[in-house]
């Protein structure tokens, strides 16, 4: 994600891409290489075609004619049933937890962490732009980053004892509150434990987006700043007026990739489940596809969700494309 | 051409087959056995494993063992790709829909040493074989067969000032107000509790709570869900009262009850678990087991119960895929048979029962302590309610009571939702 | 900027204290983990926690600070899996990561710097399995594993995870500006089209080579989902199943829980300290296209 944040930018600042394709565009004297440069062009992307046909394009085509039928998952037959599983799945409770729930959830965590993310790591970035040496900054952003090594399962974990009554976070909000004793309830009200796996998220992928971010603040060339500052603008007005503008892309980009990382959540809300918590306030999409598909086997079902939810995301992207396109056209 | 060679390949395929299957002793077989994780378990059955295999060579036993919550989402999956395992073991309400829908072979009488389904139903006590009974077929063999009663740590209860032996409680009334007693509290955290319920298996431990007061689960004729707004709407509130909205007893986000009390640490005086736990207590803290500061009474019902209902038992039977083929269903009964033969040998280790008639009435069963409060239990109890969608039923009392107990929606409400839902899964079949 | 001294200085104390109150945020759980794999789960949930790992919370009196540790290795059953499943994560990781660079170079270069029929179309499916919710796709994908014979093998965990759909993505953007005169004096020098991708465009894409590399491989370190299917007996399964199911049995001791987690990121650790350039990826690319 970092890469291609980073060629986006690159893209912007110069262009690049464009002249790229442009420059192939006008070279009519190689005819003849055009039908060689076809073949290899072929060779060189047949693996991973082959691939993505076996491991990728099947399956999802499977995922589609299965929601299409009754299909459960143990059962030897079954037959097709048109729509039905779509109409059932946007009119019905599939058993108490219905698919609006599980939009909700997943819209409600993927706005709950998105933006306060992308709002401090954007904060945090362009404070660590600010430090004076380069190795403070180095070690802030390996701190940061640290809690993405950890594999989620380990998060949750940790996170799970850390929520407990009588764990770290409900006695660090006892003592910050004033209060004694109190049960915060982080793992039994819904709001609170929506909260909490908002939490365990950004604290997990806060280094990540931080450095997301950075990588789009160094590239803007110092040369504008310092004819800023020579202009005599103060930081808070070059903030707002060069840096944010400049960082449009990118924030951009930044916001809609981590927006579908939200949208594709699992581990967290799946563990914290498993250790006992209610399944209804963070009973996310793909929770709810698991639980219908894999726990419950009805697998035509679930494969519907998965296409709801696979519609979401293209459409998304759709507008990630469109967003960028416009945000391409932002001049230095 | 082409089709000459192609039937010719299916005429010699069919050719092998024949020879095959008529020397059963030689043909390698490849037994595939899933069952879940159980360490103590473990043990005796490698033990059986390599014995079974000595005695036939040409018999292989992979086994796969996984945590027993994924185990269905395993053996689920698998299926539905068209393979499985050979022989696998599930609890009976995620197995019966395999036997529903063909996927399970009937038990080999001959090969297990019974005449017909008649003879093997009498060798077990009464009616443990029935929810594996479909059209005149026994589909399994019990691996075990459980039911759960009330764990006492003595030594909390007289720190609480209490009498173990004249206080336990024998009501949910009492229950709530033996747990206040004992329940120590840093404002609202709970530092000790007294009983905390057996949380996410609402339909082996919570229906019968129901039922004791006069509500079900379904009407006898199967058509209406959640029967009995009075008993429904009794138990949750009872529910709601004990969580932290309520009295604030206890909650699902909790350590669980029956694994805390094995380490008597003074952080739990009571916990809802089958005569397996006492193996569990052995092996965690032989201290413990052997200081006697423990008991087991009968689970409690409520003042006004319309009916005395214990928790409801549960097993676990062995299977045998349908898509074996014959030689090899024939060897995976046997190998079943054989791991069961040694039922003494499980009771007195691991202290699971296979509910046969000889080993229920065997010395080693009535010499195990407390032993006579499950028995007793047990004639209280009838099994689990196991059906096509009684996962999803589970998931749905599940989401009743947590809403009860965390989210304070008002008991009425969350069971006008629960008796949707649940007749919303009745009604489409 | 002299001038603004006095300014900076309030406005630097605010941004340091802003820096560590997250810095505090994000390192407490992972010190935490650390401190209480050590301790008795008493003082785990101790009411105030104390940081410094005490005999007094022992409850048993075999107990010593590497209890825990010895719990988590022997895992539930005694057997002692727990080495082999963490060689069997890093076999499967490395070996997704490995294939993942080649495969996602070839394609990426295929597509940056290549023209034929259907590219672009190539190129959108490509990405639109991105937004394929690997739940969604496990049966099937369980079907075709088996289909192959790969189930319970290295290749079941590996083959399906090959390559990913941002791997190719980056490549072909990383590739897109990738100056074509190169080639193009490479092709007059009579090199093949493979020794150009050898010689010229592999060794040049090192930076994110390495990002994608890393990136791939704490994905299949992280991954759950597949391997609880695939990898079915103990001498295959992975470091996630492990901690999943140690975490069924000895749901009540914490300590261990806290012993197994740490132990199972060590490697992930040793691998960030010593690549950490290229995990903070992003800005050292940048740093050395510009070169």
């Given at each position: 994600m970092a890469l291609m944040l980073k060629s986006k930018d690159k893209t912007v600042s110069t262009k690049t891409k464009e002249k790229a394709v442009s420059n192939e565009r006008i070279k009519p004297k190689r005819y003849s290489i055009e039908r060689k440069e076809a073949r290899w062009g072929f060779v060189f992307t047949i693996p991973c075609l082959v691939f993505f046909a076996i491991f990728a394009f099947y399956p999802i085509i499977y995922a589609f004619i299965t929601s299409l039928t009754d299909r459960r998952a143990i059962s030897r037959t079954w037959s097709f049933s048109g729509l039905e599983n779509y109409i059932y799945i946007f009119t019905k409770d599939n058993g108490g937890f219905p698919l609006s729930n599980s939009i909700r959830a997943t819209l409600v965590f993927t706005l709950g962490t998105f933006i306060p993310m992308i709002i401090i790591s954007l904060i945090v970035a362009v404070f660590l732009m600010q430090l004076r040496k380069n190795r403070q900054r180095a070690f802030f952003q390996f701190v940061y980053y640290t809690p993405a090594v950890l594999s989620s399962v380990v998060a949750a974990t940790i996170w799970m004892i850390l929520f407990d009554p009588r764990g770290l976070v409900n006695q660090f909000s006892n003592f910050v509150l004033g209060t004694s004793g109190v049960d915060y309830n982080w793992l039994v009200n819904s709001t609170m434990l929506q909260i909490s796996t908002m939490l365990v998220y950004f604290w997990k992928y806060i280094g990540y987006f931080v450095i997301l971010f950075i990588t789009g603040l160094a590239a803007i060339p110092p040369t504008i700043y310092e004819a800023a500052t020579v202009d005599g603008a103060s930081r808070w007005k070059s903030f707002w007026r060069i840096t944010l503008p400049l960082l449009k892309p990118t924030t951009v980009m930044v916001s809609i990739m981590a927006m579908l990382q939200c949208l594709k959540t699992f581990s967290t809300q799946y563990m914290f489940h498993q250790g006992g918590a209610a399944r209804r306030p963070i009973d996310v999409i793909t929770m709810n596809i698991y639980f219908t598909g894999i726990r419950n086997g009805r697998l035509g079902r679930a494969c519907a969700m998965s296409i709801v939810l696979f519609c979401i995301m293209l459409i998304l992207s759709y507008l990630q494309l469109a967003f960028t396109r416009s945000a391409e056209e932002v001049e230095y | 051409m082409k089709k000459f060679l192609v039937i010719l390949m299916a005429l010699s395929l069919m050719v092998t087959s024949v020879f095959a299957n008529g020397n059963k002793e030689d043909k390698p077989i490849t037994i595939e056995f899933w069952t879940h994780e159980d360490a103590n378990r473990q043990l005796l059955e490698d033990r059986y494993i390599k014995e079974f295999q000595d005695m036939h060579p040409n018999v292989k036993i992979n086994v796969t063992r996984q945590a027993a919550t994924s185990m269905i989402e395993l053996v689920q999956t698998a299926f539905a790709a068209g393979s499985g395992p050979t022989v696998f073991n599930l609890s009976i309400n995620d197995e019966y829909p395999l036997i529903a829908a063909g996927r399970v072979a009937p038990v080999d009488y001959a090969a297990i040493g019974y005449k017909d389904a008649a003879e093997l139903e009498a060798a077990y006590m009464d009616g443990m074989l029935a929810p594996v009974t479909y059209e005149g077929d026994i589909y399994g063999l019990p691996l075990e067969l459980t039911n759960w009663a009330i764990f006492i740590n003595k030594k909390v209860f007289r720190d609480a000032g209490l009498d173990p032996e004249k206080d336990y409680p024998k009501t949910w009334e009492e229950m709530a107000d033996i747990s206040e007693k004992i329940a120590i509290r840093d404002g609202d955290i709970l530092i000790r509790r007294g009983f905390d319920f057996r949380y996410p298996y609402y339909l082996e431990a919570f229906v019968p709570m129901v039922e004791q007061l006069g509500g079900a689960l379904f009407s006898e004729d199967g058509t209406?869900?959640?029967?009995?707004e009075d008993a429904w709407v009794k138990f949750l509130t009872f529910m709601q009262e004990w969580g932290p909205n309520g009295r604030n007893l206890g909650s699902p986000t909790y350590t669980n009850a029956r694994s805390l009390f094995n380490k008597d640490n003074n952080d739990i005086a009571m916990a809802n678990t089958g005569l397996y736990q006492e193996a569990r207590i052995k092996n965690d803290n032989i201290d413990f087991y052997n200081s006697g500061e423990w008991m087991v009474v009968p689970f409690p019902v409520f003042e006004d119960a319309v009916n005395d209902v214990a928790a409801c038992y549960y097993g676990h039977y062995y299977m045998v895929n349908a898509d074996a083929d014959a030689a090899t269903q024939e060897m995976a009964w046997e190998f079943i048979q054989y791991m069961l033969s040694h039922g003494e040998e499980y009771l007195e280790t691991v202290q699971i029962i296979q509910p046969t008639k000889a080993l229920m009435e065997s010395d080693t069963y009535k010499n195990m302590p407390y032993s006579d409060v499950f028995t007793q239990d047990f004639a209280r109890a009838h099994i689990v309610y196991h059906a096509e969608n009684s996962t999803e039923v589970n998931a749905l009392i599940r989401a009743a009571v947590e809403a009860v107990m965390?989210?304070?929606?008002?008991p009425k409400k969350a069971y006008q939702d629960l008796k949707k839902a649940v007749q919303e899964l009745i009604d489409e079949g | 900027m002299q001038k603004f001294v006095g300014k900076v200085r309030i406005s630097e104390i605010l941004i340091w204290i802003f820096l560590i109150i997250l810095t505090a945020f994000v390192v407490i759980p992972i010190l935490f983990m650390v401190v209480a794999s050590f301790m008795d789960a008493k003082q785990i949930l101790a009411m105030p926690f104390s940081w410094i790992p005490s005999k007094?919370?022992?409850?048993?009196?075999?107990?010593?600070?590497f209890t825990n540790f010895v719990k988590a290795i022997r895992g539930n059953n005694n057997q002692g899996t727990f080495p082999r499943n963490v060689l069997n994560s890093l076999i499967v990781a490395l070996s997704c990561a490995a294939t993942t660079v080649i495969l996602a170079s070839l394609c990426g270069y295929g597509l940056a710097k290549f023209k034929f029929r259907g590219r672009n179309f190539v190129f959108i499916s490509i990405m639109a399995?991105?937004?394929?919710?690997?739940e969604a796709i496990m049966i099937p994908l369980y079907m075709v594993t088996q289909g192959f014979h790969m189930i319970n093998t290295y290749w079941g965990l590996i083959v399906p995870f090959m390559v990913s759909a941002f791997g190719v993505f980056q490549m072909r953007q990383y590739l897109l500006t990738f100056p074509s005169e190169y080639l193009d004096a490479a092709r007059v020098d009579g090199l093949g089209e493979f020794r150009i991708f050898w010689r010229i465009v592999f060794p040049n894409c090192t930076p994110v080579i390495a990002t994608l590399g890393i990136l791939s491989f704490r994905n299949q370190w992280d991954n759950l989902l597949w391997p609880l299917l695939v990898a079915q007996s103990e001498t295959m399964k992975t470091i996630p199943q492990y901690i999943t199911k140690f975490a069924e049995e000895k749901l009540t001791d914490e300590g261990a829980m806290m012993a197994v987690a740490f132990l199972a990121s060590i490697p992930m650790f040793i691998l960030f300290f010593s690549l950490s350039r290229y995990f903070l990826g992003g800005a050292a690319v940048y740093e050395s296209r510009k070169g």
């Open positions: - | 209406e869900a959640i029967v009995g965390l989210q304070n929606v008002e | 007094k919370y022992f409850t048993s009196a075999d107990r010593t600070f399995t991105m937004m394929i919710p690997f």
